[in-house]
Every structure is written in C-alpha cells, then in structure tokens.
C-alpha cells in the first residue's frame, strides 16, 4: 500500500509508513472490522436494489452505481470527521449514504420524491447534504475540483482545521479545471484532500488510450503537491493510509493527491454492458473484492464463521430493501416546487 | 414465495429484448445479486443479476425469442415450492411499474383547470373585427372605443396602415364626440340618462297593462334581526339596512315563485333561471336600477355589502353597463322619505315592480288577540298582467309577508 | 453630493460592503497589488491585507468555482473578472455550478457570490474583447444580471449584488470607468430589479442599458431639438426584469425602440420586444423595433467597429420610423 517506488520521497503516504504498524493495532479491533463489514455488504446490495429498480423502470434518468469500490468509501469515511466536508461527482449514491444521509432519503431522491435528499430536485447525480456537509454529487466531469479547493479556501478564512474530500474519476484528471483548482490548493495550502477514484476507466475509453502519464498521482508532480498511491480494493490499507494523510493534511494545511486504484464492476452506466473489458481481467480484480478480502481475513483470524459473515451480508441486503420499501411509499414533489429555490430571499 | 423476474429495461432506448444465454438453468440455486441471464437489448448483450434468491423453478423465455419490456422471464422460488403462473403473472402485470406515481391531487386537478382558463381567456380576447384594413392595434382600439369604422379612415402610415394620429381626424368629423368631450357638462349626461328614464318607463307604462296588490307586513321581528346585525357591524364592518332585508326576502320569495321572476316576450312567457334583483336608487339626476345577481344565493351581509357598493357607484356615476344589465325583478323603496305606500311603473322587461313604503307604528291585533302597536310596513306590487294573474301575485305577496314577519322562515 | 468616477464609485462599494462585513473577500487577476486592471480595487488590499484581496492566477473557470466553492461553505467572494470576455472561460462554473446549486439541492445550498467585471466593446479591441455576455447569462435561471450606466448607480446597484444571496452578474463598461457623476455622500442601495427613468417624454420609448443609455439619451437630445420628446428607460437589472416600468412607458408613449449593444437573435432586447407586444399589444401603434450590433465579429479598424455598434447615426432613422415621420 505504501507510495510507489517512483513517488518521490515528499509523498506524505511514504512518511506515513513508518506510522502503519501502530496503527495496525486497530485493525485487528473485531467489531470495528465486523461493523464495516456489515456497512460495505450494505453499500453494495444497496447499489444492487438500485440497478434493480432501474431496470424494473421504478425511475430513470442517468443511473451510475459504486459495486465494486465500497472499500474506498468507508475507508476514507472512517478517517474523516462529521465536519469535514465532502463532494463528488456523478456516482456517489453510497458516498452520500457514507456522510450521513440516511439511505432512504438517498433512494427517495432517485425515485424523484419529496423527501428525498434534494427533494426530487437532484436525482442520481446530485445528492445533497448541508447538515452532513455533503456538497454534492456533480455532473460535469472535473467541474467539483475547483468547488473543493473554494471550501479550502473558506476554511482557512475561518481558521477551522476541518478538512475537504473531493473525489474525482480517473478522466477527470484531464480537464482543465482539475489543474487551475490544483494549483491554487497548492499555491494556498488549501486542506484538500483530492482523491483519484481511479477505475482505470473513463466511460468506454482506458485512461492509458486518453492520458500521456503511467500513474495518475504524477498530475501532483506539477504542482509540486504531496502525493500518494493506496490499494483501494482492501478497506484496511486504505483507512490507514487515508487517516494518516488526513491528520497530515490538518498539520500542515497542504492538499494531498491520492491515487486509489479501484475497479468498477458494473458497466460506466446502467446502459453499458463493459465490453471494454475483458472477463479475465474483471475475474482478476473480483478476486480482489474489498468484501471478499476483509470476509477472507476475518474467517482466518477466527473473528467470524462464514455463517456470521453470511447474517451480517443479510441485515445489509435488508437495510437496503427497508430503504427502498420506504421511499416506495413516498409522495412525489409538489407541483408548485417547480417555481422554488430558483433564487434565495 | 415464488417470484417471477421480467423482462428489464437494460437501457434508456430500449423497448424489447431477447434472452442471449440463461446463466442458470432450471433447478440451479441462485443468490440476489448473482447474474442470472444475458439479455440483448438494443444496444448490446448484458448480464442481468437477480433480484431474488432460491431456485430457478422454471424458464418461461426460450433463448433468441425478443420480448416486450416486462415480459415474464422465468420463476424463483425455494425448491420444491408449487406456486400459481397465471397468479404470478397477473400481480407482476398489476404491479409492472411500481415506482407510485400518484401525483398530488390538487397538482392533477389544476392542469385542466389553467388550460381551460387560457382558453375562455383567449376566446374572450377577440380581436376587433377590422376586415382587411391594415391598422396599429393602438389605432385599432382608438376607433373601437369612439365607434368608428375603422375601413373609412385612410391610413398614412407604411402601405397604408391606419395609426393613430389618423384617427384623430376620424374623430373629430364625429359630432357626437365632440359635443361629448367639449359640450357643456351641465347638459349632456343628464338629458340622456332622463331620455332613457322617459323612453323606459313610457314602454313599461304603454306595453304592461298594470295592476296593483297592497299588502302590509308587521316588521318587528325583521327589525329585532336588524338590531342583532347591526350590533356585530363592528366586527364585520356590514350595517345592514331594511331595504337589504326587503332585498333578502323579495329574492327568497321569487325563488319560490318563478311565475313572478319571469317577462313576457310575445310568442312565450320567460320564467327567468336565475334571480337578479335590481334596486331603485335615486340620484339628484334621475333613477337608476343596478342589479345584485344571483339574489337569492346571498346572505344578508353579501346582500348589504354589494347594495351599499351599488349605491356608492350610482352616486359617484361609476354604475357600467353590467351594473344595471340583466335584472329580473325590481324593489323601489321610498320609505327612508317617510312615503307610506305609492305604486312605481314596471322596469321592462321585467313583469313586476315591488313599492316598498315607510315602517310606522301601527295598531294591530297580536297572535293572542290584543291590541298592540306594531311597526308596520305597506308594499305595493305592480304586475304586468299578461304575464302574471291576480292569485299569483298573492301568493307571492303571502310568501313575502311571511318571510318579513318571522325572517327564520326563510332557512 | 462628490463627483466621483465610475471606477472610484465601484471601489467605495466594495470597500463599504467589505467594511461592514468580514465574510467578503474579492478575488481576481491582479486585483491585489496591482490595485486592479481596471484599477476598480485600487487601495483595498492596504485595507483589508492580502487575505481578503487576493491576487488570482489565470485561471477563470477555477477561480470562479472556487468563489462558488467558498460561498457554499458561507463565504461572500466578490470574483473579478479582467473583463467578460476572459469569464467565457468560467461559464461552466457559472452556469451549471452557481446558477443550479440553489435547486439542485432543493435550497440547501445558496450560492451568495458576485461575478463582475467589464462587458462588450470598448474602443478598438477588436473580436475577442468585444463580447457582450447579458444575452446568454438572462437565458439562465438563478442568476441575476445586473448593469449600471453611471457612477451613482454603479454604487447603489454594486452594494445590493453584494448583499444578494444569489449569484449576480454584474457587467460594467471599460469606457465607462472614467465617467464622472454625482454619488451621494450617504450610503444608499437600489433594490434589484427596478429600472429607472433617465428622461421623461411622451412621444416614444428608447430603453437602453450600461454604456446604450448615452446613446439613447443623445438621441433624445437630438430629437428634442425637433420637437420629439423621447422618454429614456434604464432597467438596470436584466434578470429580474422591470417590465411594469416598461410597460407603462409603452402605455404613455405608444412607441418603443431597443437600443442593446448585443447581437439581435435571442437577446435581453428580443426578450423585452415580446413582452412588450404581448402585454401592450393594444397599445402600440407602431411596431417594436430594434438596434443592436450588426451579427459580426467586432472588427478592429475604427470607421467599422462604429459601424457595428448601435450608435446614434443608426439609432435616429428607427426613431423616426417608428413615429411614421420618414
């Protein structure tokens, strides 16, 4: 997990490592690791409910779902504060969820109705929180980078010491904004935590057809930004290597690029079928499935019989059926919010 | 329970699909989640997952045969389990787009109502017919207003469109007009409105052959009423007159007898639909007769309310051509002067005209016998006879006097 | 009353606005120590620090999303941009992300930001710093668009989009800077969305906005002199729109001419002309018309960049048409 050997020395997750073995200890904490267990079993029959509704055409729209990256949401959600911000872009229905929005009000908001998280205003790709500090999922690809480094910038006018998530897809490296809101976090020391849902694919199209770069935490070289690379796909790693990078980020005030390498099994969209990729290269990286991997070790270190996994796998599928039986029973939006939240008072 | 899976909708395009490759066969466990079938759509082949778990019982969609989106694909359910196709298939149909749709109903029910609104709107919104002549809409409604035709003015403007200033002309060659805007005020209005008096009531007076019915009411509960209404005036802001409760029991009454609500019209008789009773008011230039519509469906309050509104205008000379259209019976009230009875002249086309005199005490004899002092009040009906015969008009009159007299009647 | 410049009255709202409350900041290329492009900021970063004044690099479209960025999390960035035509480059920060924030989460997040700086042609800057944005911006729901035609109402309007909570365009005019005019000495704000009457008349409407208001008030001067009263209207705000003052200038005038410095086709000024024969249709007696740049790119060389813009030469023979006198 620790930075690749071409990361150079300035890379805050390669300082870090010397940290990793104290914070081992925490990983072999049973109900911690039973209780994330049971929330990336949640996130993922939750995101499964929703490809089902979808195709039972319970709603429309654009519908992107996060199966495969759980270990990357919780993860980083554990490192986090409740008042440290987060935003996103267009597949972050469990990202929500993660923050703080119940996922019932996440399912409502894709079913269009008025208790959803945005009242029916945002759908799929915008889920909304200001209680929970979630800005947003964000259609326009990249066009949330230069939003984090602006909540950045807020919380060092307030001197706060919270932080900002902002993920971003591995193409979105490439567009513009990415690199004008990089530089400015690094020019200001903007607590920016940019994190690289890096799936390897953008849409249909390989990164390596698209991008000039062999790894994507090298877009960090240029703004001389500290930088890191973490296996994404196992929930330990990735919750270490992030809680230090956080509390680094809080020291310092420094932005930090990180490269978490994921894999997305479903197609970029509801309508994608993934002919792009070949079936042993997703057998490979299922093989490496963040559930799999922490079910895998918690069997070997007698923390949990596969019967216990299995209950634990069956309260999140109910979790997620409950929420979406209760958004199923929602109204939709009055006619008349139409004309709301155009402009505030 | 055994659950059958449909046919989904694999993309936003897509209307049917075919069965690629069943990935379980009949008898094989399955877990939710876990791909099931590939479907081609219209896009491309996909792996569909299920949405349930235990055993496929039973494959109802052969492989490369395309179906309808929601067509069913197959059932799932613990092994062993017997379950009902055609129940299976009939909830699934029912239930096909379960997503609940129900929309607000006041949402629902406004959408007609705003597309009809534009729409009588629209029709209201009909152009001055103008023929072929090109004019400015300002021209247009100049010459509308001054009861021009707008064809014989000539138009100076681009390929003799006719504007505005053409129509300052137009207007002046008009005498009538101008008398109107630089005449002497002392003359003009009231000549016309007397000129109307005159020709009215000559035509009510020449065309109905007259009769008159005299009756007298004891007004003591109406004015107990009276007293109790005006004590809460200051609440409601509404003082209420006895004109407003002649108002009142007159339209009641006439509900109750459409023979009197009613004018004749040659080869027929109209019994009027509605009730709009029109009110005498008397102006230092004349009489006017504004009309409350739809009398009979008022209160007492809306009744006093919209006559003081009537007055008010009449006085101030605002009444338009709608205040006074369309009455269809009318009440002239000269007690206030302290008249104790006369007899008034029918309001064509109407078929009768109700006097109404002063309230004076009066002697009496009560319910018991005595004698007692009542405020008593004289009204003279005059009818047109060709519309309405002695026995009606008292029957009315008998209704009337007993609304007056004990106004709980009226509920 | 002082006579300050147009520039000079900008400055004073800002540093009023800021003064009064610490959530403001002001971002943009080199509006710090170089005191401003335009010199608009010129003294504010000796005021409020570097803090508060902050030099930007070049990067529109991530400075303005940072300003959306911060004002999420409920700060108030004043973003300058060196002029309109460099802010094409933050549309998308703009539009999708500004303007939609409000909706799309359903008023969770307001969006209180001002994105200001100079707009359209100025004197020989040929296609690329010629633009004039109103046109596109109006089109979008959640922003507001506000101009100013002289130094008085440039500080009164400036302080209100400050104080707004939504986004608001705020399009000012390089010829304009160094126009002087009286700005009261006493704070004052005019409330968004109420136009003004530059000079009453009763024979035809001309409205105009920023720097078109002197042309249309030219105009009228001209006009005056035979005997034609033009009755000269400023709505100040594109979005929201003051139509009652349009319209019953119509009503009184039964003529109007639009005077924009944009492109005919789907502008604030088509907009206006058929608002104005919906909800005057009676009214008119002549038919709505128009002057607008001619649909090119703005020329370089003098003689054609007037011949483009709507100056007085073009404007005069519309007047008069519409008042059948040619």
Not at chain 1, 17 to 28: F, R
Not at chain 1, 40 to 63: D, H, I, N, P, S
Not at chain 1, 266 to 283: I, N, Q, W
Not at chain 3, 196 to 210: C, D, F, M, N, P
């Amino acid at each position: 997990m620790s930075s690749k050997g071409h990361a150079p020395d300035k890379s805050s997750g390669g300082k870090q490592s010397s940290k990793q073995d104290a914070g081992n200890a925490a990983y072999q904490d049973k109900s911690w690791l039973l209780s994330v267990y049971q929330e990336m079993c949640y996130f993922r029959r939750f995101e499964e409910r929703v490809l089902q509704a979808y195709t039972t055409q319970k709603f429309a729209g654009f519908c992107h779902v996060h199966i495969g990256q759980e270990g990357l949401c919780l993860g980083v959600q554990k490192a986090l504060r409740p008042t440290d911000y987060m935003i996103s872009g267009y597949r972050s229905h469990t990202q929500a969820i993660a923050k703080g929005i119940p996922g019932q009000q996440v399912f409502a908001e894709l079913f269009g109705k008025a208790t959803g998280c945005s009242k029916g205003n945002g759908g799929s790709m915008h889920m909304f929180s200001k209680e929970h500090r979630f800005l947003g999922g964000h259609g326009i690809v990249g066009g949330q980078v230069p939003l984090a480094a602006g909540v950045g910038f807020a919380i060092n006018y307030e001197k706060k010491d919270d932080i900002i998530v902002c993920y971003i897809g591995d193409a979105a490296t490439n567009q513009g904004q990415f690199h004008e809101a990089l530089n400015m976090a690094a020019t200001w020391n903007l607590p920016c935590l940019f994190i690289i849902e890096n799936n390897r694919y953008g849409m249909g199209t390989d990164i390596k057809r698209t991008t000039s770069i062999d790894h994507l935490w090298k877009r960090a070289l240029a703004f001389d930004m500290d930088h890191g690379q973490v296996d994404a796909m196992n929930i330990q790693k990735t919750h270490e290597f992030v809680s230090n990078v956080v509390a680094n980020i809080r020291k310092t005030k420094r932005p930090y690029l990180l490269d978490a390498i994921c894999y997305r099994y479903k197609g970029h969209s509801v309508s994608d079928p993934g002919l792009y990729r070949t079936k042993e290269e997703m057998a490979e990286w299922m093989a490496k499935d963040p559930i799999i991997q922490l079910g895998d070790f918690l069997k070997k270190n007698k923390m949990a019989t596969e019967e216990e996994l299995k209950a634990l796998d069956k309260k999140g599928k109910e979790r997620a059926r409950a929420d979406e039986d209760w958004a199923d029973e929602q109204p939709i939006p009055p006619e008349d919010q139409v004309w709301q939240n155009v402009y505030a008072d | 329970m055994a659950q059958l899976i449909l046919m989904p909708k694999l993309s936003d395009t897509m209307e049917e699909g075919a069965v690629a490759n069943w990935l379980k066969k009949e008898g094989e466990e399955i877990d939710e989640g876990q791909d099931l079938v590939e479907i081609e759509t219209d896009k491309a082949t996909m792996a569909f997952a299920s949405s349930a778990e235990g055993v496929v019982l039973k494959i109802l969609l052969e492989p490369h045969k395309s179906a309808p989106l929601n067509a069913p694909m197959c059932v799932i359910g613990k092994k062993g389990e017997s379950y009902n196709l055609d129940e299976l298939i009939a909830k699934a149909t029912a239930g096909a787009k379960p997503a609940d749709k129900k929309p607000a109903p006041a949402a629902a029910a406004k959408a007609p109502a705003a597309a009809s609104a534009a729409a009588s709107a629209s029709s209201q919104a009909q152009p001055v017919a103008t023929g072929r002549v090109k004019a400015s809409p300002l021209a247009k409604k100049i010459a509308a207003d001054k009861g021009i035709n707008i064809a014989t003015v000539t138009g100076s403007g681009p390929s003799g469109r006719v504007v505005a200033k053409d129509l300052e002309g137009a207007a002046a060659g008009s005498s009538m007009s101008r008398t109107v805007r630089t005449g002497e005020d002392r003359v003009i209005p009231n000549s016309m409105m007397r000129k109307t008096i005159a020709k009215r009531l000559l035509a009510g007076k020449n065309d109905a052959p007259h009769f008159y019915l005299t009756v007298s009411a004891d007004m003591s509960r109406m004015n107990d009423w009276r007293v109790r209404l005006n004590k809460e005036a200051e609440k409601t802001g509404v003082k209420v007159s006895v004109n407003d409760l002649v108002i009142l029991s007159v339209a009641k009454a006439l509900a109750q007898h459409p023979g009197i609500n009613a004018s004749w019209q040659g080869e027929s008789i109209i019994e009027y639909g509605n009730v709009h009773v029109a009110m005498a008011v008397a102006l230092p230039t004349g009489l006017v007769t504004p009309v409350i519509r739809h009398t009979d469906q008022l209160n007492i309050r809306d009744i006093a309310k919209l006559s003081r509104e009537l007055a008010g205008k009449a006085k101030d000379g605002k009444l338009s051509n709608e205040d006074y259209a369309g009455g269809t019976f009318t009440i002239s009230n000269l007690g206030m002067f302290g008249i104790e009875q006369f007899t008034a002249i029918i309001n064509p086309p109407q078929a009768a005209i109700l006097a109404v005199g002063a309230t004076i005490p009066t002697p009496g004899v009560d319910a018991k016998g005595q004698v007692v002092v009542q405020p008593r009040m004289k009204m003279t009906m005059s009818c047109d006879h060709r519309v309405i015969d002695g026995v009606m008009g008292a029957q009315f009159l008998q209704t009337l006097v007993g609304f007056l007299e004990e106004p709980l009647n009226m509920l | 009353m002082a006579i300050l410049t147009y520039r000079e009255a900008l400055g004073r709202a800002m540093t009023e606005e800021m003064a009064r409350d610490p959530k403001i900041f002001l971002m943009g290329e080199e509006v710090a120590q170089y005191n401003g492009a335009y010199k608009v900021s010129k003294g504010m970063l000796d005021r409020f620090g570097p803090e508060r004044v902050i030099d930007s690099p070049i990067s529109e479209g991530g400075f303005a999303g940072l300003g959306v960025g911060a004002a999420m999390a409920g700060l108030r960035p004043i973003i300058e941009m060196m002029t309109w035509n460099f802010g094409i480059q933050a549309y998308d920060q703009i539009i999708n992300h500004a303007a939609k924030m409000l909706y799309m989460s359903a008023g969770q997040f307001n969006v209180p930001i001002v994105f200001r700086g100079p707009n359209g042609a100025a004197h020989m800057l040929a296609a690329q710093h010629s633009q004039t944005v109103e046109g596109m911006l109006t089109q979008v729901p959640g922003l507001k668009v506000v101009t100013s035609c002289n130094p008085a109402d440039g500080y009164g309007l400036l302080k209100s989009s400050i104080r707004d909570n939504n986004p608001v365009i705020f399009l000012e005019s390089e010829m304009m800077y160094a126009m002087k005019g009286e700005v009261p000495d006493e704070e004052h704000l005019i409330p968004l969305g109420v136009g003004s009457i530059k000079r009453e008349g009763q024979h035809v409407t001309l409205i105009a906005w920023a720097k078109m208001v002197s042309r249309a008030m030219d105009c009228a001067e001209q006009l005056a002199e035979q005997g034609i009263e033009c009755e000269v209207i400023d709505p100040r705000c594109l979005r929201p729109l003051d139509e009652e003052m349009i319209f019953n200038s119509v009503r009184k005038t039964h003529r109007i001419v639009i005077i924009e410095e944009a492109y005919q086709a789907a502008s604030v000024g088509s907009y206006i002309a058929e608002q104005v024969q919906r909800f005057c249709f009676d009214e008119l007696d002549a038919p709505v018309m128009r002057v607008a740049n001619e649909f090119v790119p703005m020329p370089y060389a003098e003689n054609l960049e007037h011949r483009v813009l709507p100056e007085v030469d073009r404007i005069i023979p519309v007047i008069k048409q519409v008042l059948y006198m040619d």
